[in-house]
């Protein structure tokens, strides 16, 4: 099945703990990327990839590291976890950079920084 | 499920009825336009799209209306069943350009059954 897939859905951490957030798609997209989903704010976008090597910062990248080094994998990583990092965040790719034929999203990761 | 936005402007509509969710969209430039649905505890799902040379485009029960004058969307759902609550955002890009989508904040649809 074609398919963005997130790794965890639910996160509890604390403050200034690193972690990260796999994110998976098996369609052999070129674009992905990570967006946070605040209420009243919408989707937001973190960063974006147009290729493997290629990253580039959205509109909140503060905070946050990716990487391509695989064309499959887009991991978020937030090396020093803050609460106002507590967010629902989700993955996309599409096959074009410009999303001429819509993004596939994944399921969400549920951040928690206390 | 996932609490989408505390804050959505929320339409209520009466099952069998047909829905009408507005979008203003920011950006003259903007020349192809998508609708996503979101239901709780899911990610954003890809409903239809329409590129600025249309201003009219029909799927199976909805149908994209695009006003470029006024730079305004809306996506008409047909009787609107309960599996039709969800949260609908409108989103632009610039295809020309080297700029990703941009999303609105959504709209919450909530079906009477």
């Known amino acids: 099945e074609a398919q963005v897939t997130q790794n965890p859905r639910y996160l509890i951490t604390v403050t200034g703990k690193k972690l990260t957030v796999t994110c998976s798609q098996n369609?052999?997209?070129?674009?992905m990327s990570w967006y946070r989903q605040d209420p009243g704010l919408g989707l937001r976008q973190i960063y974006y990839s147009m290729n493997v090597e290629v990253t580039d910062k959205g509109d909140v990248p503060e905070g946050y590291k990716v990487s391509r080094k695989e064309k499959r994998n887009f991991p978020l990583i937030l090396e020093s976890p803050s609460p106002n990092q507590t967010s629902l965040y989700f993955c996309?790719?599409?096959?074009?950079?410009?999303?001429?034929?819509?993004?596939?999203f994944g399921s969400g990761t549920r951040l928690t920084v206390v | 499920g996932e609490s989408v936005g505390l804050h959505l402007p929320t339409l209520s509509v009466q099952e069998g009825d047909n829905s009408i969710i507005n979008c203003a969209y920011s950006?003259?430039?903007?020349?192809?336009f998508i609708w996503y649905k979101q239901e709780s505890g899911k990610g954003p799902q890809f409903i239809i799209d329409i590129r600025s040379n249309m201003d009219k485009r029909q799927g199976q029960r909805v149908t994209v209306l695009l006003n470029k004058t006024v730079k305004h969307l809306s996506l008409q759902i047909a009787a609107t069943q309960p599996g039709d609550s969800a949260v609908y955002f409108c989103a632009e890009n610039i295809n020309s350009g080297n700029t990703p989508l941009v999303f609105g904040k959504g709209t919450r649809l909530s079906v009477i059954a």
């Open positions: 950006n003259s430039a903007s020349d192809y």
């Open positions: 369609m052999n997209h070129e674009y």
């Open positions: 996309a790719s599409s096959p074009h950079d410009r999303g001429l034929v819509g993004y596939t």
